[in-house]
């Protein structure tokens, strides 16, 4: 996890005092947090309504539903640098503005996942979408933190492997 | 103990490359008292050194330099840098494979003969065949200590293995094991059994599994006739007025280029370098690449038929628990046109942990349909397909001269086709797959499309006929009497079989041809 996205250390009342709610998250001067204030994270390089606007772009493209927000926000945490912010915001710019052609005010304000997904399968040959999804395919899976949230175990090794931990433990054969 | 050799010493046969083939057969002259100059492209790394993450050891591990495709396989498209997944370091992919270990079959070595002719393929029988391979196969299997052969009992099944087996049963399946394996079941040759902790292809950090990374390289140079160079990357093989070849140059860890000479040279780079380094070697007596007066020296590159299936189940299997590649079906692997294809394939168990599931389950894929079926990771079982493939002429390993490397010299491009016989082959498998899975109450399959290639073989094809191919039975060049090839890539048929033991034997029958030719002077 990265160690700029960590459990909020503002109280919730002062979080919300300073935020407004978009989508999911709740966004203030510089940060995005989780609407019930779980996490937040910290941005520099690009307004924190773009990185909102990641995040749900990330769960959009790998929705797994009992993967928790703060897992999508740090896979795309990396795009908030002085390289890639210009590309990023102008990427976020461009969903906006096919959400806005459908009647929405932005990316984050359509409610249905199937009418973001459309708007993603949109531009799913622009280098944007492609660079988002791809860096997700390690950014999001390579989390060690998420494996187990699929069962997976990762390394035995240090555990002696699993010639005594069940192996063949299946029961239902 | 490791005997370092002078670069003018032109007494020493110099080898490239320390895997299955050149690994093997460094050893194997050592042992017979032959002085050998191993060079090894990559760095030195053992079982302590390995690391059971599957990206960080990628990382560590595989050959990255840069390669391009081109062709109509999937794999130009999903990863078009990355043609193979093998492995550049001391012991080459013996440190990344799976340790399957099966003979190919007597009807095999005669694919023309026995396949009749195929619209497109090129075919050829072997210059060798099955009795004349049998004694080198148990040299073979009782060096990797190949589970099920030589008294040797088999390995034990895991969670991945018994629903594939209760599958296959269902299915009528009758040729259904725990493989012949060269990872210990019980102690054997200095080396552990085998832990069950999974991360086979990231290197066995018990040292249950065979690789020569820890076996054959440390032994060779252990007799004091054997020195390995590591991170010396072979550039160019040169040759006299003659046309004999003298010695190689190869550039080392700092880039800095030496001129190692030498009585002969085996080149065991695997099938995109190996062709590589004899095209990137062409002057004016060989303006086309060395050994390659066939014009078939990059040609007839085969990577196996692939694919995988896996199954979703409504309970738990944990496939990633144990042996990786923990057992077999190989009813399908006879030849019977009947089911529309030439040749067969093996089912083999197969998993992958999570973050390469992610990768490789439908490379691109996005959207609910790709993340349901990760999100029953837990619920999967796995196995891999592998069959015989067509070669074919225009399948091929060219030099690209306008990608460099990082010794500015022109990449390869692996250009690939897949033939009809592969594609019929490979829609046959992902049926009896799926419906392996399908017997056992599987609530969903998902026939995964091939990963880059571990099987390369055949871009320097042995034949009778010097027009036909690059190398005689011997994996002597036809053209250059003190050239040879000694890797995977002198297949001149794919056969369904994983190739490994294949070119160990291959690679200990060669030793011993070089040892008799010195012997009577003809080398």
């Known amino acids: 996890m990265s160690e700029r996205l960590v459990k909020s250390a503002l109280t919730r009342r002062a979080l919300l005092n300073r935020s407004v709610a978009l989508g999911a998250f709740v966004v203030g001067g510089r940060f995005i947090a989780a609407a019930d204030a779980a996490w937040a994270m910290e941005v520099t390089h690009l307004q924190p309504q773009t990185m909102a606007t990641l995040v749900q772009m990330a769960r959009d493209i790998y929705p797994h539903d009992h993967v928790a927000d703060q897992f999508y926000a740090a896979a795309v945490k990396s795009y908030d640098s002085e390289e890639t912010a210009q590309i990023v915001e102008a990427g976020v710019a461009f969903l906006d503005a096919a959400a806005r052609g459908k009647g929405f005010a932005s990316y984050l304000d359509v409610p249905w996942e199937r009418n973001r997904v459309d708007i993603l399968r949109g531009m799913e040959e622009s280098d944007f979408f492609q660079t988002i999804r791809g860096g997700l395919v390690t950014g999001l ?23 005594d931990r069940g192996f063949n433990d299946i029961n239902w054969i | 103990m490791s005997a370092p050799f002078d670069l003018n010493d032109d007494s020493v046969i110099v080898v490239i490359g320390t895997g299955a083939g050149g690994g093997v057969l460094s050893n194997e002259l050592a042992q017979r008292g032959i002085s050998v100059v191993a060079l090894e492209a990559g760095g030195r790394y053992l079982p302590e050194d390995y690391i059971n993450d599957e990206w960080e050891s990628f990382g560590q591990l595989a050959w990255l330099d840069r390669r391009t495709t081109s062709g109509d396989w999937r ?21 990344h494979w799976a340790g399957a270990s099966l003979r190919i079959q007597p009807h095999e070595w005669k694919a023309k003969t026995t396949y009749g002719p195929v619209q497109g393929a090129n075919l050829l029988d ?14 073979a299997e009782t060096k990797l200590g190949v589970t099920r052969t030589g008294g040797r009992a088999g390995l034990p ?48 950090k018990w040292g249950a599994k065979w690789s020569a990374a820890y076996t054959d390289i440390p032994r060779g140079e252990a007799t004091g006739h054997l020195e390995v160079r590591d991170r010396a990357h072979v550039l160019q093989i040169e040759h006299d007025a003659s046309g004999k070849v003298t010695g190689v140059v190869y550039a080392d860890a700092e880039g800095k280029q030496h001129r190692q000479k030498a009585r002969a040279v085996c080149v065991a780079g695997n099938s995109f370098e190996s062709p590589r380094l004899l095209l990137n070697s062409a002057s004016s007596l060989f303006p086309d690449g060395l050994a390659n007066s066939s014009g078939q020296v990059g040609r007839n590159y085969m990577r196996h038929m692939t694919g995988s299936v896996y199954g979703v189940f409504d309970k738990p299997v944990k496939m990633w628990r144990g042996t990786t590649m923990a057992g077999i079906i190989q009813d399908e692997a006879r030849h019977d046109p009947s089911r529309g294809f030439v040749g067969g394939y093996e089912m083999e168990t197969l998993s992958l942990g999570l973050p390469f599931m992610a990768a490789f389950l439908d490379p691109g894929a996005w959207g609910r ?17 592998v069959g015989e493939d067509m070669p074919q002429e225009t399948n091929r390993v060219t030099l690209n001269h306008d990608v460099k490397d990082q010794y500015g010299l022109p990449v390869p491009n692996v250009n690939f086709d897949d033939h009809p016989n592969d594609l019929a082959m490979r829609r046959h498998a992902y049926r009896q797959g799926a419906a392996i899975y399908d017997a056992v109450g599987a609530t969903r399959t998902l026939p995964t499309p091939p990963y880059p290639s571990t099987h390369n073989l055949g871009t320097n094809r042995m034949s009778e006929n010097p027009r036909d191919g690059v190398v005689n039975k011997w994996g002597r060049t036809h053209d250059i009497a003190n050239l040879f090839v000694s890797d995977g890539s002198v297949f001149t048929t794919g056969a369904s079989e994983n190739p490994t033991l294949t070119i160990v034997a291959l690679a200990i029958r060669q030793s011993d041809h070089i040892a008799n030719a010195m012997a009577k002077g003809e080398l």
């Open chain 1, 141 to 163: 899976y390579n989390q060690k933190a998420v494996w187990p949230l699929f069962g997976y175990e990762g390394e035995s090794y240090s555990k002696g492997g699993y010639i």
């Open chain 2, 75 to 95: 794999v130009a498209k999903d990863f078009s840098g990355l043609p193979a997944w093998i492995v550049k370091a001391v012991g080459g992919t013996t440190i």
């Open chain 2, 126 to 139: 072997w210059p060798v065949d099955a009795e004349e391979m049998a004694p080198w196969y148990e040299k």
């Open chain 2, 157 to 204: 099944g895991n969670n991945n293995y018994k629903v594939f087996e209760a599958g296959a049963k269902k299915l009528g399946y009758k040729e259904v094991h725990t493989g012949r394996m060269a990872i210990n079941a019980a102690d054997y040759d200095g080396r552990m059994s085998c832990q069950q902790t999974g991360f086979c292809f990231q290197g066995c």
């Open chain 2, 369 to 385: 349909e790709f993340t349901t079926a990760l999100d029953s990771y837990e619920n999967m079982a796995g196995m891999w397909l």
